[in-house]
């Protein structure tokens, strides 16, 4: 099976993404980052300063959840959103010479998707000296809206199945 | 602190101690309950080499109990004050560096009402034939226990003078720091745990005042003492108390943050058990002091919360036409459940933060409240709903792009 619609519909359309990380202490951290999804890969990419916490977090311990939501203050029913959980991997630094092609070819990627979606707001800013590419391989998903559920598993080679829904 | 010259911050007390070998090398605790010992073991040498009635020892013994009690007390002064870190308003910086400066000023007037007390109080005992120094040591007592009552005398009326001395400053302070902070832009404020620690400060001499009581027995034949002790005891617990409450009133968080926190209708909140993170947005009001967030009995954050309280909360403001505009808070800390045990304590708290929650979601409220929901979802509060208070340990804050830390 595929990821459900209504998912992909928040994935693909909506702006800000909510990642919560946790050091070794459980001591959780939450920060609102810019993100896109990859249809193909069936992940979530996200830019970030590898000085940040949520960087020394992942490196502490790679199990992260992104929260991608629309909110209404009116009326909860119609309150939408998708969770996922699942471990971030960080693309390594190093000079751009150095690095693997295929980390390359992600940075150009991720780049250039990321200008695509966020064409109005980064105007063309380059890349940070200190930014790193995180990527999140979701490994479950639930979708919310109001106060129906539904939720996702997808294992290693990306194949997808219903946990529940109600 | 210019010149590189650090201010000392020290009494007169403090700084003989802290020069007399074996306290100066020990931790204040220690240090007191040292001089405490010290004092109790001179006392009933010289009761017992002068045979002193049992009661003249039981006085003596109350008089040191008091002064170290006080000693206790009033010395966190001095440590707490010396770690302060300076608020981030110039005006409250300002005024806290006046306030410490009389406070611990170098010609020492924390001394002068302590002398006020001691002078009088000596003349009045020993030239007007008054019946005390006879009700502790009996007839004739030797010099060498005058000598001693007098140290323990002016131990006491030290410290008596000490309290009269912050509590007074303490009012003062609270009452500007109050004031000032009702002109506060941006990111200015006093950050929490220093206005907490002042808090205790005064709570403290709420506690010293209360101390003071002790002394009724050693002064009960004399009545217009009884009556001094008493107005000693109403003033300084009066003052401190007013002066704890005014700091309870000063905001912890600055405007800017706290409008952000008070205009906002969602939050997120995460919580981590075994390293396996989880986000959930919540509905939450903030009334001024404190924040707290609703979740329902079944969700999957309330069991993990119970698990590990420690949760990062984030409330943000978000407009992609300008995203110079964003704003957003993070709160790190550990969270307070409400339970069945807390309705009969902290009843009217819960019963307030459900109105908020009412005029804050009334649509919320309302659609909650059918029955056609799922039980989970029904705003019987209580019940269904359970009532989280976040405690904050650190504040990040991010303006624009740009992130700042705000001490807590």
Known sequence: MKIPDEMLNILYGNYFGYVCTSDRFDMPHLTPVFFVYDGQSQKIFFITNEKSKKVKNILENPNVSITIDIRDPVNPFNNEGVMAQGTASITEKGPIYFLPEETLQLYRDIYLEFKGKYQAVIENKPMGENDVIVQINIEKMVYWKGPHFKSVKIDKEGKVTMVKSK | ?408
């Open chain 2, 1 to 408: 602190m210019h010149d590189g010259e650090k201010k000392e911050m020290k009494w007169i007390y403090e700084i003989i101690v802290g020069k007399i070998p074996p306290f100066s090398l020990l931790s204040y605790q220690y240090s007191i309950l040292l001089q405490l010992l010290f004092l109790l073991v001179l006392g009933i040498i010289l009761g017992l080499v002068f045979h002193l009635k049992t009661i003249s020892l039981a006085y003596g013994s109350l008089g040191i109990l008091v002064a170290v009690l006080w000693s206790m007390l009033i010395l966190q002064q001095g440590p707490t004050l010396r770690k302060f870190r300076a608020p981030l308003s110039k005006d409250e910086n300002e005024l806290l560096e006046r306030y410490k400066g009389i406070l611990f000023h170098k010609n020492h007037y924390e001394a002068i009402p302590g002398v006020a007390i001691f002078v009088p109080f000596m003349l009045y005992l020993f030239y007007d034939g008054s019946g005390l120094l006879k009700n502790w040591l009996g007839e004739n007592p030797n010099i060498l226990l005058l000598f001693f009552v007098g140290l323990l005398i002016w131990d006491i009326c030290y410290r008596m003078g000490l309290g009269i001395w912050t509590s007074i400053l303490a009012l003062w302070r609270s009452l500007e720091l109050k004031k000032l902070a009702e002109k506060r832009t941006e990111l200015e404020h006093t950050p929490y745990t220093e206005l907490r620690a002042l808090r205790k400060l005064d709570i403290n001499n709420v506690f010293f005042g209360l101390i003071s009581l002790l002394l009724l027995p050693l002064l009960k034949s004399d009545p217009p003492f009884v009556v001094m002790v008493f107005a000693f005891m109403t003033f300084i617990t009066f003052t401190s108390f007013v002066s704890a409450y005014l700091i309870s009133k000063v905001p912890w968080l600055p405007p800017d943050i706290y409008n952000l926190v008070k205009e906002s209708s969602f939050a997120y909140v995460g919580t981590s058990l075994k390293g396996v993170t989880h986000i959930t947005p919540v509905v939450y009001v903030f009334d001024g002091q404190r924040i707290f967030f609703n979740t329902s009995k079944e969700a999957k954050k309330l069991k993990v919360m119970r698990k590990n309280n420690k949760v990062a909360f984030l409330i943000d403001k978000r407009d992609m036409s300008n995203i110079y505009e964003n704003k957003a808070v993070l709160f790190t800390g550990n969270v307070k459940i409400y339970g069945v045990l807390d309705i009969p304590l902290r009843l009217i708290q819960m019963l307030r933060t459900l109105r908020l929650f009412i005029t804050k979601y009334p649509e919320y409220t309302r659609k909650y409240s059918t029955s056609e929901l799922p039980k989970a979802w029904q705003l019987t509060p209580i019940i269904a709903r359970i009532l989280v208070e976040v405690k904050p340990a650190r504040i990040i804050y991010w303006r624009g792009a740009k992130q700042i830390s705000v001490p807590v």
